[in-house]
């Protein structure tokens, strides 16, 4: 069974810094493309970070660029995101992903997903 547990979520002010985990088990994490994807309250789903650790390709959405940081462990099969300098529009549920290959449509791997809150 595939499994995706995040943590590191929380309450913060404007400029802190918080990071994201996601711990996977249940398929082969490596060779995976691996993704954060984020939803706040009526707005769509926005994918701030992916990886692909084939090539450690990264992809950042333009909001975060500069700010968030995608990375992995496989030894540790953990995805990590860093995100510094925290704005109010980061509040959102953050979701780990994955996906057999970076050309999928979608991703059929998700977390439960974890709240991240900025106040200014």
């Known amino acids: 069974e595939v499994q995706l547990v995040e943590s590191g979520g929380g309450s913060v002010q404007v400029g802190d810094s918080l990071r994201l985990s996601c711990t996977a088990s249940?398929?082969?994490?490596?060779?995976?493309?691996m993704g954060w994807v984020r939803q706040a309250p009526g707005k769509e789903r926005d994918t701030v970070a992916s990886?692909?650790?084939?090539?450690?390709?990264?992809n950042y959405a333009d909001s975060v660029k500069g700010r968030f940081t995608i990375s992995l462990d496989n030894a540790k099969k953990t995805l990590y995101l860093q995100m510094n300098r925290l704005e109010p529009e980061d509040t959102a549920m953050y979701h780990c992903a994955a996906k057999p290959q970076s050309w999928y449509p979608a991703y059929p791997y998700w977390g439960q997903g974890i709240q991240v809150t900025v106040s200014s």
């Open positions: 990886i692909d650790d084939s090539d450690g390709t990264t």
């Open positions: 249940g398929f082969s994490f490596s060779s995976h493309y």
